[in-house]
């Protein structure tokens, strides 16, 4: 399988400060598909590319945590990746195409069960989402605990400020059963990230895989320094709101979400060649 990316329009327009204004140089492009087995090809490496950043992050837990993208010809199904491989195994062939009733449609492996019944639910009940991560990560889960929203004490949480929700419904109860990812669906709207209490991190997004597991990942960091600024026993100065907003606005978009996880995706490309098998 090749891992370059495949030759595509790539869309136009000043969509963050952060494009370059000198004509001629070398930066990523959101792509844009006129064939839909090369866009699902690519959405399928993305994802795979996901699961193994997740690895190297260490947010691996037996068979715990599902990431999720919908197909682009049909989007009331979605690729995911399969129970009990490992996300450092994961790899194009391997994964299975599940519908909202946690059928697998396409693929030779099991359906995380957990996995569908809160991704299947968000992804019905919220049309406009592609794509989610969970996973069951340390820093994560003990913030969750808390039962409280991230402070915005870095210009990293400023990102999540105002876009973020603590979910309390179900709160440290296994998602095993149906009624619990539709309790958890509508919270989703409007915001790219949930801390469900006693359970962990959700992400999703609107725009990529990329955006939504970037942000997963920058939201266990966020949770991490915020618990270690809890450690010291210290007020922290927090960042006012007006300028939380704005460094939000430029660096919490969907848009940063996938630009940044486009460094980790060379990365990958480059070092674990075999996920594109």
């Known amino acids: 399988m090749s891992t370059n990316t495949p030759t595509f329009n790539v869309e136009k327009g000043n969509i963050s400060i952060y494009q370059p204004t000198q004509a001629g ?7 844009t598909f006129n064939d839909v087995d090369a866009e699902r090809l690519y959405l399928k490496q993305r994802l795979v590319a996901a699961c193994r950043a997740f690895a190297l992050e260490g947010f691996d837990y037996g068979f715990a945590g599902h990431l999720t993208i919908r197909d682009p010809a049909r989007p009331e199904l ?12 994961v790899k194009v062939s391997n994964l299975i195409l599940v519908d909202h009733s946690g059928h697998v449609i396409e693929g ?14 968000v992804h019905e009940a919220n049309p406009d989402i592609l794509a989610m991560c969970h996973a069951h990560t340390v820093y994560g889960t003990a913030f969750a605990a808390l039962g409280r929203p991230l402070d915005p004490i870095s210009q990293d949480a400023a990102a999540f400020f105002e ?5 309390k419904d179900e709160a440290g109860q296994v998602a095993v059963e149906e009624k619990a990812g539709l309790a958890v669906a509508d ?18 997004s609107r725009h990529s895989i990329e955006a939504a597991a970037f942000w997963f990942i920058a939201l266990e960091r966020c949770c991490r ?9 210290q007020t ?3 960042i006012p709101p ?35 098998d």
């Open 25 to 31: 140089r070398i930066f990523p492009d959101v792509p």
């Open 187 to 204: 919270w989703f709207k409007g915001v790219k990230a949930a801390i469900h209490q006693n359970h962990g991190l959700l992400t999703a």
């Open 236 to 238: 922290p100065l927090l």
């Open 225 to 233: 320094q915020q618990l270690l600024v809890d450690a010291t026993g």
């Open 163 to 167: 876009d973020h929700i603590v979910i």
């Open 108 to 121: 030779d492996y099991a359906v995380n069960r957990a996995g569908f019944v809160l991704h299947a639910a």
């Open 78 to 89: 979605y690729w995911t990746n399969p129970m009990c491989v490992h996300f450092a195994q």
């Open 242 to 276: 007006d300028r939380s907003r704005y460094s939000r606005e430029h660096v919490g978009s969907e848009y940063i979400g996938w630009l940044h996880f486009q460094t980790i995706y060379d990365h990958l490309a480059k070092t674990q060649p075999d996920m594109f």
